[in-house]
């Protein structure tokens, strides 16, 4: 099983909203992600998780907060976002964050809109 | 730099065409991985493919083959007799041995679009 599931699939905020992405994964991998995609463009990472340890951070605004509340689970939540924010997000996991040689894992993404 | 080059933005081919999308990578690593991936229209990546840098063999899996040249710094993708289901965007991707495994090179895609 090589799926990463992610909830919700939809989303429409507002700019004063918190809501929270949800991912999970049940492959036993160690190293989780999350990217941001806007239309026509590659995936921009934003976090990066090993051993449920946030190890990445590429400069996110804070109105983005990551959490691993478990090795199989990853959050992200959303407060005071602004319309540029309006993206896919797509979450993704790996088998060992250690080492290069392994694949991601991508779920489906939210699509967020932000009003 | 870009580590990762697409320079192929959008592709148009007519039904079962043959068409190779062409990825160039730039590393000054002796061991890197490079990767195919497809998003359909839905939104995922899908992974297609990994390849290290030590293993040039080609790769053919049923209507997908991958030439890798080390000597080009080429890892391109050719799609045979093509269907609409293979219309999606294709990224071609590195990762270096030395980053570990959190830093993921994507190439910026081509919009492959099959016409029945």
């Known amino acids: 099983d090589t799926e990463v599931t992610q909830t919700p699939k939809h989303l429409v905020m507002g700019m004063t909203n918190k809501k929270s992405l949800k991912c999970e994964q049940h492959?036993?991998?160690?190293?989780m992600y999350w990217y941001k995609q806007k239309a026509k463009k590659p995936p921009e990472l934003m976090f990066v998780?090993?051993?449920?340890?946030?190890?990445i951070n590429e400069s996110v605004p804070s109105r983005f907060s990551p959490e691993c509340p478990n090795s199989s689970l990853l959050n992200l939540h959303l407060h005071a976002l602004q319309p540029e924010d309006s993206a896919l997000y797509l979450c993704?996991?790996?088998?060992?964050?250690?080492?290069?040689?392994?694949?991601?894992?991508f779920g489906p993404g939210t699509r967020l809109t932000v009003t | 730099a870009q580590k990762v080059t697409q320079a192929q933005t959008e592709i148009s081919v007519v039904e079962k065409e043959d068409v190779t999308l062409d990825c160039v990578y730039e590393?000054?690593?002796?061991?890197?991985?490079l990767f195919w991936y497809k998003q359909p229209p839905s939104g995922e990546l899908v992974f297609l493919i990994r390849?290290?840098?030590?293993?040039?063999q080609n790769e053919i899996s049923g209507r997908y083959s991958w030439n890798f040249q080390k000597s080009t710094s080429s890892f391109n993708f050719t799609i045979t007799a093509s269907q609409v289901v293979d219309s999606a965007v294709y990224f071609c991707a590195l990762s270096e041995a030395y980053r570990g495994g959190n830093q993921f090179y994507f190439g910026t895609g081509t919009s492959l679009t099959v016409i029945p």
């Open positions: 993704a996991s790996s088998q060992d964050p250690a080492l290069a040689a392994y694949e991601q894992y």
């Open positions: 998780y090993s051993y449920e340890k946030l190890s």
């Open positions: 390849r290290n840098s030590f293993d040039e």
């Open positions: 590393t000054r690593d002796t061991t890197y991985y």
């Open positions: 492959m036993g991998h160690r190293a």
